[in-house]
């Protein structure tokens, strides 16, 4: 009884969310995504998930936040988006480009920005140079876009890094240099995706969510103070932001309860088996009859069309943590 009595004691005192439902009534917006936490030891610590390790329970939730994004555009268009936190190490930039990934495997031709001019990283995800970016084109707007625009190993994915830090970010994305670019990136993709820095912490983030369609707030499960989560609301609201809602990043399966069942790591094929992921020194042995006959027919029946399988790509030395800022 005593034990029951401390449990419920350090739950009434947890100020953070830790499943989708209670995020939910804190920021008065429905989840957007829920992410679980990515196992390192099983090989899967690359931050692009949806690229090399398509078939995990990580990636399919990116699906759902695709779709979710998608359908957002159904009332009104969602061409360009930020992708912001209340503060660092809460996963804003793994979600950015793992949203970015699969919205280009879904066929849309994607730009992923890093206006993040403080600290900046996803040249790091994607092992980009970060010489020229963003901010050699507000500097200069008459230089030509498509020089800027780095390819990825998705067809439909570009990447336009930082460039050179500024002394100012502020100042820079406040002009109407920044603003013009802004505009002109729209014209060259279905959807452009802002990696900023924290809400909570800089004012970048609220001034690049004023020009945006709509904006997706990333809530580090358990770590993130309910009056930070809140807080960053207020602030997006403030500029007059159009807020999707927030995704919850990091979550503990177990912290799920019963809806664990949904995020447990597999993946069911239409023939209703598990298909699942192979381990250690397991995967670099030859995969055995019967499942090399079977994902032939995953191919053929056209189940695995729109997803790279992680065992057709190399990463290339692409590395990195799950908890990028």
């Given amino acids: 009884m005593v034990g029951v009595g401390i449990s419920f004691l350090m739950e009434y005192l947890d100020y953070t969310a830790k499943t989708p439902e209670t995020l939910d009534r804190i920021y008065g917006l429905p989840t957007q995504g829920v992410i679980g936490t990515v196992d390192r030891k099983n090989g ?3 931050p692009l998930v949806t690229l090399f390790d ?3 329970s990580v990636s ?15 009332r009104q268009p969602v061409q360009t988006l930020l992708v912001t936190s209340a503060g660092p190490g809460e996963g804003k930039t793994f979600v950015a480009s793992n949203l970015a990934v699969s919205l280009a495997l879904n066929g849309s031709r994607v730009i992923l920005v890093d206006v993040d001019l403080r600290k900046p990283s996803l040249h790091k995800v994607f092992s980009l140079s970060r010489e020229t970016g963003f901010t050699n084109l507000v500097v200069n707007p008459q230089q030509n876009l498509d020089g800027f625009l780095q390819p990825t190993p998705v067809a439909n994915l570009h990447v336009l890094t930082s460039g050179p830090i500024p002394p100012n970010p502020v100042e820079l994305l406040d002009t109407p240099q920044a603003r013009q670019l802004m505009q002109h990136l729209k014209e060259h993709a279905d959807i452009v995706i802002y990696d900023t820095p924290p809400v909570a912490t800089v004012t970048d983030a609220s001034i ?8 997706i707030q990333v809530v580090w499960a358990g770590q993130t103070r309910i009056n930070l989560v809140q807080r960053s609301k207020d602030i997006l609201e403030h500029v007059g932001a159009r807020i999707l809602g927030p995704v919850l990043n990091k979550v503990k399966i177990s912290d799920l309860g019963y809806y664990s ?5 597999g993946y069911y094929n239409q023939n209703g088996n598990i298909r699942k992921h192979r381990t250690g020194l397991s995967r670099l042995l030859p995969r055995r009859k019967h499942e090399r006959k079977g994902r032939t027919a995953e191919r053929m029946e056209g189940t695995v069309s729109t997803v790279v399988d992680v065992d057709d790509i190399s990463s290339n030395g ?3 943590a799950h908890d990028l800022r």
């Fill in 60 to 74: 399919e939730a990116f699906r759902t936040l695709r779709t979710n994004v998608h359908l957002a555009g159904v």
């Fill in 54 to 56: 398509s078939l995990s």
């Fill in 44 to 46: 899967n610590g690359t």
């Fill in 318 to 320: 692409v590395g990195g």
């Fill in 208 to 215: 690049v969510a004023q020009r945006v369609d709509a904006v």
């Fill in 261 to 265: 069942y949904y995020y447990s790591y």
